[in-house]
């Protein structure tokens, strides 16, 4: 089930299943002279009541034991939407690299298609010039993955994951009016 926050805009409902604090792991295949590695990521979006979803992603490289080797990528952005179920993100990546994707959520599931429109970059990132990715809302996880191209290589697979909802107990326990001496707690 998803929750719609009452101060949500309006123009945001669509995108309510993204809300949250998201972690889980995927793997990363940077590209030339980089190896393919297992990654972790976590994803925040927030909202503040305006129209637009804050993003937030932290990636980082994992060793064969599944703990943080040292960081891999870190995304943040604003996300909207308009009445056409047209979405439309900012990005900003740690690398130098800033992008402007457009896209469209689907049809009656909870899924977006992105494809880079504009990428600007500083002279010390590396070579990038587009990308395409799928975020999708399966079986109450966020699963995602990004394409990449570059000057010399065609668009191709870069990153994936799936990510699972971080559940704040604080969130669940503010229902709790009463924990009596038989330890059942009442909910309101």
């Known amino acids: 089930m998803i929750e719609i926050p009452s101060d949500l805009h309006p123009d945001l409902v669509p995108l309510a299943f993204l809300l949250g604090n998201w972690t889980g792991a995927g793997v ?4 030339a ?3 393919k590695c297992n990654f972790g990521q976590e994803v925040t979006f927030t909202h503040d009541g305006r129209d637009f979803l804050e993003y937030v992603s932290h990636s980082w490289r994992l060793d064969s034991e599944g703990k943080k080797v040292a960081p891999l ?3 943040t952005g604003y996300w909207r939407i308009d009445k056409d179920r047209q979405v439309s993100v900012v990005m900003i990546r740690d690398q130098g690299i ?5 896209g469209e959520l689907a049809d009656q599931k909870p899924q977006i298609d992105l494809a880079t429109d504009a990428v600007a970059r500083t ?3 590396a070579p990038y010039s587009g990308g395409k990715r799928l975020y999708g809302y399966v079986n109450g996880d966020l699963m995602w993955v990004g ?9 191709r697979p870069y990153m994936s994951a799936q990510l699972k909802k971080v559940v704040d107990p604080s969130e ?3 229902d709790v009016v009463d924990l009596p001496d038989d330890g059942i707690a009442f909910f309101k």
């Open 28 to 31: 990363a295949e940077p590209g």
């Open 147 to 155: 394409e990449k191209a570059t000057p010399d290589e065609p668009l």
């Open 73 to 75: 990528e870190t995304e």
């Open 33 to 35: 002279g980089e190896e």
């Open 98 to 102: 800033a992008e402007v994707w457009y």
């Open 123 to 125: 002279a010390p990132a």
């Open 172 to 174: 669940w326990a503010k």
